[in-house]
């Protein structure tokens, strides 16, 4: 884990091409130190007997099967439509 001495915001943002004040670099540098900080407090935890996953829960497929079946014919599905023509919806443009 890098120490905060060697992660500068100030350079980063320049390497970025945002133009921070002082006010903000030293926000956000005093931010980053904290997240540093809680990180390698982090590492201190013992996990050895901690069994590596990819997720803390079950993952499943919620999905249906996807299977063909009777579905709406053209005319049924135009049937009800306030405006049609040549088999397709007539809707308000939207776009200029």
């Not at 803390?56 to 079946?69: K, S």
């Amino acid at each position: 884990m890098a120490k905060t001495s060697t992660l500068d915001v100030a350079y980063v943002a320049k390497l970025a091409r945002i133009n921070l004040t002082e006010a903000e670099a030293k926000v956000f540098q005093q931010q980053l130190d904290d997240v540093l900080h809680y990180v390698e407090k982090l590492r201190q935890a013992d996990i050895s007997d901690v069994e590596p996953a990819a997720h803390a829960l079950p993952v499943f497929n919620v999905f249906r099967e996807d299977a063909p079946r009777e579905w709406f014919t053209a005319e049924q599905a135009l049937s009800n439509a306030p405006r049609k023509a040549n088999g397709l919806f007539i809707v308000p443009r939207v776009v200029e």
